[in-house]
């Protein structure tokens, strides 16, 4: 299945836009069995990847020195689920870290 990833609100155009997918929890935030980064550009970008058919998880951040360290607070593999039974795409809103 086609899976498209719309990055948006992308305020830097610095590094990359490092996107993980995993399809079971115990996995989570560790070596994904998929993944893909991409420049960022200010405004939005698009990640395209194909997967099989499942229940998945995204995990997605601004890389803007390349040293791929996630500096904030990841959220739950509950929170970024979702099912994949047909070409999708999703949206996300990249929110950025107070200052």
């Given amino acids: 299945m086609k899976l498209t990833v719309i990055v948006d609100q992308i ?8 996107c993980a997918f995993y399809a079971n929890q115990a996995h989570f935030l560790q070596m994904p069995p998929c ?27 601004q890389d803007e020195n390349n040293n ?4 904030s607070s990841p959220p739950t593999f509950e929170a970024c689920k979702f ?17």
């Avoid at 993944?35 to 200010?42: F, I, P, R």
């Fill in 35 to 61: 993944a893909e980064s991409v420049s960022a550009t200010t405004g939005s970008t698009t990640i395209e990847m194909n997967l099989p058919k499942g229940d998945y998880a995204i995990a997605l951040f």
């Fill in 11 to 18: 305020s830097k155009f610095e590094g990359k836009i490092m």
């Fill in 68 to 71: 791929v360290e996630i500096v």
């Fill in 83 to 99: 099912n994949l039974d047909r070409d999708k795409t999703i949206h996300i809103h990249l929110s950025q870290k107070n200052q």
